[in-house]
């Protein structure tokens, strides 16, 4: 076998299939291994470059090769397909991998660190227990309502609702044992939510950028996080149009022979980020609608010619730009300056 110069891996649970190329880019190593098997087949190699795919497990498989003393470089899943031919099986996708990871112009995604799968990890469990917050609720009102008990629309009801079923003696005792197990089972989600969101607080007050982009309208702490730990190297990014055109907050492309034909927003990239800043951008608007005459006059300007929904992306973009603007170049948002002194730099 020659000197491999970069190999392709496809990862799984227990079978990793690997695809190498030599310095002629020609096929040198095709190989099956277990998961077993990996760190004396990679400590026998000299140092290569391995492209896997960045899914489930793929940051730390990145940190176990570097410490083998190897290149590892992790490519979004859709930037492998063009490259991996007709047919879907291991093989095919280690050999895509391996020839989309010698392109050039090929884009990477950044190594994680521990810490910051950590923070991740934080607000997918917060989202998860918002989720189980609002379907016990949907079922405790369901039942409840089952017995004519309804209650007024909200979170902060589903307490005074339980307390009108448990002490509602018309009801059978198996019904209200029920619910009193319903009822546990939302106060334990609620502490679990308590004890996250003082997590998420506290991340925040320790984390500089994070404070930073707080400062941004419609970017609150569950924003500057995300933006903290999904986009940990702005500096990838030519300019401040990249970090919303990533995020898919810029128009589809069907432009041909010379006639530009624009379509709805690509929603091509992070589907969380992406539904963070919208929802932040719609709450700017309604501020903006009771401020009247004293909000900003470009978003003013906005909503007296356009759909309050397109308004919401184009404010969403605006706030990805300029989250790019204070992670790459410091400082903080100051309202009512120029674009490129948002960062609070001289004029």
């Not at 190989?31 to 087949?41: A, I, N, V, W």
């Not at 589809?252 to 919208?278: C, M, N, P, W, Y």
């Amino acid at each position: 076998m020659g000197k491999l110069i970069r190999i392709g891996m496809d990862t799984s649970k227990h079978v990793f299939q690997l695809h190498g190329v030599d310095g002629e880019e020609k096929v040198a190593l095709r190989k099956q291994l277990r998961r077993r098997d990996l760190e004396t087949f990679f400590d026998s190699l000299e140092p290569t470059v391995v492209v896997i795919e960045a899914c489930a497990g793929a940051h730390h498989m990145a940190r176990r090769l570097r410490s083998w003393g190897h290149t590892p470089k992790l490519l979004a899943p859709q930037h492998a397909v063009p490259f991996r031919g007709r047919n879907k099986n291991d093989a095919a996708d280690a050999e895509g991998l391996c020839t989309a990871g010698g392109r050039p112009e090929m884009r990477f995604v950044p190594e994680k660190t521990p810490e910051q799968q950590a923070e991740l990890m934080l607000m997918g469990v917060r989202d998860a227990l918002i989720r189980a917050r609002t379907q016990l609720a949907n079922a405790i009102r369901g039942y409840a309502a089952e017995y004519g008990l309804i209650a007024p629309k909200g979170l902060a009801n589903v307490e005074a609702l339980l307390e009108r079923v448990a002490a509602d003696a018309d009801l059978p005792a198996l019904a209200r044992k029920l619910f009193a197990l319903q009822g546990e089972q939302y106060d334990a989600i609620e502490a679990g939510i308590e004890e996250v969101e003082a997590e998420l607080r506290a991340l925040v007050r320790s984390t500089d950028v994070c404070r930073r982009l707080k400062t941004i309208p419609g970017v609150g702490p569950v924003g500057a996080v995300l933006f903290a730990v999904k986009v940990p190297e702005p500096e990838a990014f030519e300019s401040a149009r990249g970090l919303p055109a990533w995020l898919g907050l810029t128009p589809a492309d069907h432009s041909t022979g010379g006639k530009q034909r624009l379509g709805g927003i690509t929603r091509a990239g992070d589907e969380q980020l992406r539904a963070v800043l919208i929802n932040g951008a719609m709450a700017v608007i309604q501020q903006a609608r009771r401020k009247g005459d004293a909000a900003d006059p470009w978003l003013k300007a906005m909503l007296a010619r356009k759909p309050t929904k397109l308004v919401a992306v184009a404010l969403a973009n605006k706030m990805a730009r300029i989250a790019w603007v204070l992670m790459t170049k410091g400082g903080r948002y100051e309202p009512g300056r120029r674009a490129r002194n948002a960062v609070g730099e001289a004029p």
